[in-house]
């Protein structure tokens, strides 16, 4: 179970603006081992149980989840709902789904959809007054996004957010792969 920054890299005061101390982490590792308030859920719009993040993290949580999983609503792209983890060690898990890159339609709403994933989370983090959230790269393994792409809208998206979200202190960005995390070391300007 990971609960430090251990091997992370901290990137803090990295926002292009210099306006505020940003708290990103970037880590290499399983979301699912994760013991923070909340992590993100790779979702499909359906809630319905998937491979990659989603399926690790039900393995993690147990059936429980699924349970609830199948009592909310489908969503739209880019909002978040919430379960709890359940068996898994984070408290909370914030459901959301990314557009689909390989799907017919306009590049610009594509962006857009991706960008809110990054912000509904937020929010719903912000909510609830939590002060740790990590996120996989969302949309990058089924859903096909170029992976250099999708980071840099997901720094965006969250740099943009976080002034909204005062008491989240930290913000990881969980990697699968080193090359993943060299794409975001890359994208918020540390080494
Ligand atoms: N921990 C951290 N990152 C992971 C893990 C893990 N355990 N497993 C995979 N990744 P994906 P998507 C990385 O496919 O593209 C599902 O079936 C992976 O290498 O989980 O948004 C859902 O049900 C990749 O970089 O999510 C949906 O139908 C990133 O996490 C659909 O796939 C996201 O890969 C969502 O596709």
Redo the contacts with the bound molecule.
Sequence with gaps: MWAGNAGGTIARGALRNGAMSAPFEIMVG???TLALDAVVN???RQL?????????LRSAAGPRLTEATNRIPPILTGEAVITPGYDAPMKFIIHTA?PIWTEPGPEGAKVAGLAKCYTSSIKMAASRGFESIAF??????????PRGFACGIAVAACEQELPNAPKLKRVVF?C??ED?AKIYRDGLGVS
């Excluded at 996989?136 to 996004?145: F, I, M, R």
């Design positions: 399983r979301i699912e790779a979702a499909n319905a149980p998937g491979s990659g993040v989603d399926g690790a990314a996989p790269c969302l949309g990058t393994g089924v859903y096909g996004w969980c699968f792969t993943d």
